[in-house]
């Protein structure tokens, strides 16, 4: 009987051993299904002791498939002997080191050894008498990396030299659009002069010419003018500071007023104009332009009717923008022609009766890119309207 007792015993005992090690099959199957999962290489070393228990080599214990893929099978051999380059390296000193201390380490190698060529992170901990590793193969990110600073040295030797460049042309413009101007100047003397002291040996005919030829003289000085200016807008105003363009619309109004009640015009205003981050001086002049444009650009006999207004726009590519609207009564414009407005010297109407030179506009969109907004003009040829979107 007890002979019988024995034996169910047993039979119990073998029954439940085979389940624990087929649980134990179960999970070490996962367990490496699961590293196998992993682009980096996992790898477990077990230590290598002499007689005197210091580590003199590691022995491979588990490798996940991508290890596999670069050491082919080496479970049980010795890491020295595969990959002596992990000494020189310092590799190999770190296994050691982490072993004996259980102090995890991470770092970077560039590793040109056996049958590797290029740069890894690893990180390695201790395990039972040994080390856990995870490593990561870099080489992609650093090739980029390098890539990445050697392009931004070259980016910074051009910009040293487009700065260089720019000093050096802003130095010439300066130069140039002096002298160019007295000589203009001079030139509009010199006929002032010989008409004063030639006066009775020159036509009506030759005096009318020479007084074309200064009205031409006094255009090309305020193109001059101009394109200085323009040039200069950046520049202009380096003070970047909170404006409240409220303030800075009634201080130019007030500029204006004189030229304002010349025209006979009628302004009317709704909404409050928002205080932003930005240049006061250019942001002033990109008012005036707009303003005076609606002033000078109207039908004969017509006054001038200008609408600014002020509002958060709430649709479109614009949402969440401030816009600032500029209405008029004037001659407006083809819509198609709305992006030519915009270019430097384009000039859309006649200049026998518009007088300018083509360029005020363009000083609108360039203050408005150095304010990281944009402007937009629209007509139906019944008037026009310039809407100003700056960011909130």
Not at 125 to 144: C, E, P, Q, W, Y
Request: charged share 25%; net charge negative.
């Amino acid at each position: 009987m007890k002979k019988k007792t024995d034996e169910g015993y047993m039979s119990h005992l073998e029954n439940e051993l085979r389940q624990r090690n087929a649980e134990l099959e179960k999970n070490r199957e996962l367990l490496q299904a699961t590293l196998d999962s992993s682009l980096d290489m996992v790898q477990v070393f077990e230590a290598v002791r002499d007689e005197k228990g210091k580590i003199i080599d590691f022995i491979w214990v588990l490798n996940n498939y991508t290890s596999e893929t670069y050491y082919g099978d080496v479970i049980g051999q010795s890491l020295l002997k595969n990959n002596p380059g992990v000494v020189h390296t310092g590799i190999f000193n770190s296994f050691v080191e982490v072993t004996e201390t259980g102090i995890p380490q991470q770092y970077e190698k560039h590793y040109v050894n056996e049958q590797f060529d290029g740069w890894f992170y690893q990180s390695v901990v201790k395990l039972n008498d040994g080390v856990a590793t995870s490593t990561s193969d870099i080489t992609a990110r650093k090739l980029a990396d390098d890539r990445i600073n050697a392009l931004n040295k070259e980016l910074s030797q051009k910009n040293r030299e487009l700065e260089s460049l720019n000093s050096e042309l802003t130095t010439f413009n300066n130069i140039a659009a002096n002298d160019y101007r007295e000589t203009l100047q001079s030139l509009y003397m010199y006929l002032e002069f010989i008409i004063k002291t030639d006066a009775p040996n020159i036509s009506n005919a030759g005096k009318a010419n020479i007084r074309k030829a200064q009205g031409a003289i006094q255009k090309l000085k305020l193109l001059t003018e101009d394109i200085v200016s323009f040039s200069r807008i950046p520049a202009m105003d380096s003070n970047l500071t909170s404006v409240d363009l409220e303030e800075l619309l009634n201080a130019l109004l007030s500029d204006m007023a004189q030229k304002i009640s010349e025209k006979e015009a009628i302004i009317t205003r709704s909404g409050i104009l928002p205080a932003i981050t930005g240049y006061p001086l250019l942001l002033s002049l990109l008012f005036y332009h707009l303003i005076d444009n609606a002033l000078k650009f109207l039908p004969k006999g017509k006054n001038p009717e200008i609408k600014i207004s002020s509002s958060v726009c709430s649709e479109g590519a614009c949402k969440g923008m401030y816009e600032i609207c500029i209405e008029d009564n004037g001659i407006g414009f083809d819509q198609n022609q709305a992006e030519n407005l915009f270019a430097i010297f384009f000039r859309l109407h006649d200049r026998s009766i518009y007088k300018g030179s083509g360029i005020g506009l363009a000083v609108c969109k360039k203050i408005m890119d150095l304010h990281n907004g944009h402007i937009v003009a629209i007509s139906d040829g019944n008037g026009a309207v310039f809407k100003c979107y700056f960011p909130v």
